[in-house]
């Protein structure tokens, strides 16, 4: 398999690109349309926005299914769906398998296609980073039926979270959530929940700043998902559609230890200094320095828990000095201290 070279901010070294994740959506007859689309235009904009950056696309999407031409849930046929393939767990090419939903109130699982694809799940094995789960809405209960959320939490529709726990009492099913990862499994809750699980994930492989284009570029909101503490810098006040200040966020996001002042960030937008916080303040609700301050006490805190000294972490995040950035944490009210979260870090 070729690979690209890419540069790392730190060292400045090529590294081989990862290999091109697998995506594979699974169609029954009658599947819901935007459980599968949604996400798949996600995929399909992310490998776009990494191409604008100069970078490969790190997504190749399949559609693979008991029948060649299943009717979707709006009548429209489809063709050339793949037959459903023998996978294995492989670090080298990593897979995501995306069970998705039907109409109705309940997900029905004694069709011959549906046991058809149960058969097929049965046999797989799920691997953390290598062979993963993603299910849409009434996924999850297919793929409670096939036995692979066994012990596992997960979510779904909130219409079918009793047939759920059904399916498989051994699930701890959670209500109320846009979506839920355990493992090697990620469930959500429905329709387009999809596209908010899709988004989380681009966010995990491709960073954050690439997961923010692609929302821009669907006009979708950029929820944060459901395990995360804290809604992370790189991820909030991106919920508008100015694109001068989405200019800026980038640009401030792909390098923070610039020294970004009001100045430098009004030529990126190409605006005055005082229109610049004016259009942060109306449409991100922060102003410029401080969201540069997020950012970089976000980049600061990961090398950090990576194992950087404090030294290393504020040089990497574009703080003047560790007493600088000891100050700026201090200020932020950030639980702790900096040298704490390095020795919780390397526990």
């Known amino acids: 398999m070729t690979t690209h070279p890419i540069t790392t901010p730190t060292t400045g070294q090529a590294l081989p ?8 959506f699974v169609l029954l007859p009658h599947s819901l349309t935007l459980d599968w689309a949604g996400p798949a235009e996600v995929l399909r904009s992310a490998n776009s926005v990494l191409r604008g950056m100069g970078q490969p696309p790190r997504f190749e999407l399949g559609f693979v299914g008991p029948l060649a031409e299943p009717v979707t849930s709006v009548g429209v046929c489809l063709s050339g769906v793949l037959p459903l393939p023998r996978l294995l767990a492989d670090a080298a090419r990593p897979t995501w398998v995306v069970l998705v939903g039907e109409p109705g109130e309940r997900m029905h699982t ?11 799940l049965r046999g797989l094995r799920l691997v953390a980073g290598q062979l993963e789960l993603l299910t849409v809405c009434a996924g999850a ?3 409670a039926h096939a036995g692979l959320l066994t012990g596992r939490e997960a979510t779904t529709h909130h219409h079918h979270l009793d047939e759920l726990r059904q399916a498989d009492p051994t699930c701890r099913v959670l209500a109320n959530r846009v979506c839920v990862t355990d493992g090697p499994v990620c469930s959500s809750a429905g329709v387009t929940t999809g596209i908010d699980l899709m988004l989380h994930r681009v966010s995990g492989v491709c960073g954050p700043v690439v997961a923010a284009r692609v929302a821009q570029a669907l006009v979708v909101a950029l929820r944060r998902g459901p395990n995360d503490p804290e809604l992370s810098p790189f991820l909030s006040h991106r919920n508008h559609m100015q694109p001068a200040v989405h200019r800026v966020q980038d640009a401030v996001s792909q390098s923070p230890q610039a020294d970004w002042t009001v100045q430098r960030m009004a030529e990126v937008a190409c605006t005055s200094p005082r229109h610049l916080a004016r259009l942060f303040g109306q449409h991100a609700g922060v102003a410029p320095l401080a969201y540069v301050q997020g950012i970089r006490l976000d980049v600061a805190e990961a090398a950090l828990r990576s194992g950087r000294n404090v030294g290393q972490a504020a040089e990497l995040a574009g703080f003047a000095s560790d007493l600088q950035l000891r100050r700026t944490w201090k200020l932020a009210a950030k639980p702790g201290t900096p040298r704490d979260v390095r020795a919780a870090g390397g526990a």
């Open 17 to 24: 690109q990862p290999p091109a994740i697998r995506v594979l």
């Open 141 to 143: 209960v297919l793929a």
């Open 110 to 120: 004694d069709t011959p296609a549906a046991q058809d694809a149960l058969h097929w």
